[in-house]
């Protein structure tokens, strides 16, 4: 057989033949565990014929693996929390594992859809230059390999979502499609913020608060703060406010009207998770993303309009005491004003003490690695663990004044060469203003950065890489739409 009847043959296969193998030798395995009575067993033979027929199609199709892996990834806290199984977080790398072998078949079946060269990209290249850096972090005597394992989704996860998201994330009709399954999501988590609000939290939410000691950060005097399908309120923050910004936007830029009601809707909803979670540092993200909006956009109207509402929010929270009776604005207000805040001063001495003790570790403590108040500034008995309380000062803590000047450097570089693309290459109007405000809202996640976590966890970790690949890709989606066309 030659190579290209291998193809044709491989290529032109019906599945018919392994639909009706799996269904038969299906019933076959369901009739024995009927009558051997072994439930589990019939049980795990009436799901495997589907599990099977559902791996095929994925496998058929790059697009749906990738896509299962997003609905994984976005309601993993959930699915962790409500099934309470340890190490569960392995799931996501076989998931991540399967659109990589789907890719693999339909490169070899020579799909002309998978364009390997767009791996080639500001940040796989970027990633992989950070993926050594923490390579070279193993031979820092404070780097415990356990940390390490730990810690693997920088060498095995997050390489496979930016080479997926990279090669998939090339077509218009995506964008638009991805930003409606967002939209749905944002709108599920607005709908459970509601019933953790009115019914209350469940038993595997009122576990999660008990046994983690949550209840210290979620339940305050000032009120409840709710995190929906999140880790916490800080990550559901962070991420709303993320979703505030870029649908936001895409109010102004849309122009089909049942479109413009949607993405209206969805900022909306966003808005309300971003305030019923509490956390004050999630202002910074619409805000941040408001301000890159301003340089990014080559409109004059919309320029305006993003100073005025900036202006407009800024003005409220920090020169006005309206709505101080609701104790959401009132929290959120101290942001504005941080001085004025106990937990800000308690960050501030928590990084102090972490400058103490990483001042001769300009490599930090490895990855993984914490730091103890060894010499018992804080603790007296005890050496108690000194939490890093943000992204960035995580990094900083694990990698040192080194690694957190080449992370940021690293962040710069996607940014600078994101903007470039947006604002010189891309001809399409409205494709560039939407590209924009994928752009702005990941932006505002790295502002967000310094003061809290979101940008490391998920959905925040999946969206990102998403966002980017799609304006890295904007040049070749450019290609395919004329000057004027209308996207969404």
């Not at 959401?328 to 001495?349: K, W």
């Not at 940021?408 to 947006?422: D, M, N, P, Q, V």
Request: proline letters at 3%.
């Amino acid at each position: 057989m030659t190579e290209k009847t291998f193809h044709r043959t491989f290529s032109d296969a019906s599945p018919k033949g392994l639909i009706y193998l799996c269904l038969v030798g299906g019933l076959l395995l369901v009739a024995y565990g009927a009558a051997t009575q072994n439930w589990q067993f019939f049980a795990g033979a009436t799901v495997l014929p589907f599990t099977i027929l559902i791996l095929i199609q994925v496998l058929k199709n790059p697009l749906w693996s990738f896509l299962f892996a997003g609905i994984i990834l976005c309601y993993f806290s959930a699915i962790y929390r409500y099934s309470n199984i340890p190490g569960l977080s392995g799931i996501i790398d076989v998931v991540l594992g399967i659109s990589l072998l789907s890719l693999i078949v339909n490169t070899i079946n020579r799909n002309p859809d998978i364009h390997w060269k767009n791996t080639i990209n500001a940040l796989t290249v970027t990633h992989f230059i950070w993926m050594l850096f923490c390579l070279f972090s193993l031979f820092s005597p404070d780097t415990e390999i356990h940390n390490f394992i730990r810690n693997r989704g920088i060498f095995v996860g997050t390489p496979l979502l930016y080479l997926l998201a990279s090669i998939l994330m090339e077509k218009p009709k995506l964008i638009k499609y991805s930003l409606f399954l967002l939209g749905i999501f944002v709108a599920t988590a607005a709908f459970k913020i509601v019933w953790q609000k009115y019914k209350g939290f469940d038993a595997a939410e009122t576990r999660f608060l008990l046994e983690e000691e949550a209840w210290r950060t979620h339940i305050l005097t000032s009120g409840k703060r709710f995190f929906s399908f999140y880790t916490d309120a800080g990550n559901m923050g962070s991420s709303m406010g993320m979703f505030v910004i870029v649908f936001g936007i895409l109010t102004l830029v849309v122009k089909q009207r049942i479109a413009q009601l949607f993405c209206l809707a969805v900022a909306l909803m966003a808005l309300y998770g971003m305030f019923m979670s509490g956390t004050r540092a999630a202002i910074v993200v619409p805000m941040g993303g408001i301000l890159l909006y301003t340089f990014l956009c080559r409109n004059f109207k919309l320029m305006l309009a993003c100073v005025f509402l900036g202006t407009l929010t800024f003005s409220f929270f920090y020169f006005t005491d309206i709505g101080e009776g609701n104790q959401y604005i009132r929290r959120m207000r101290t942001a504005f004003r941080p001085t004025e805040d106990a937990s800000f001063n308690v960050r501030l001495r928590n990084q102090e003490l972490l400058k103490y003790y990483l001042q001769d570790k300009p490599l930090g403590v490895g990855l993984g690695g914490e730091v103890y108040d060894t010499e018992h500034i804080i603790a007296k008995n005890t050496d108690w663990s000194i939490p890093p309380d943000s992204f960035y000062v995580n990094i900083w803590m694990q990698h040192g004044i080194v690694g957190l000047c080449l992370y940021i450097g690293i962040l710069a570089f996607i940014l600078l060469r994101c903007s470039y693309l947006i604002m010189f290459r891309i001809k399409n109007d409205q494709l560039r203003q939407i590209l924009a405000a994928l752009l702005c809202g990941v932006f505002g996640l790295w502002l967000n950065g310094y003061a809290g976590r979101g940008m490391g966890m998920q959905p925040s970790s999946f969206i990102i890489p998403l966002f980017l690949a799609f304006v890295l890709n904007g040049p070749f989606m450019d290609k395919t739409l004329k000057k004027n066309e209308i996207l969404i």
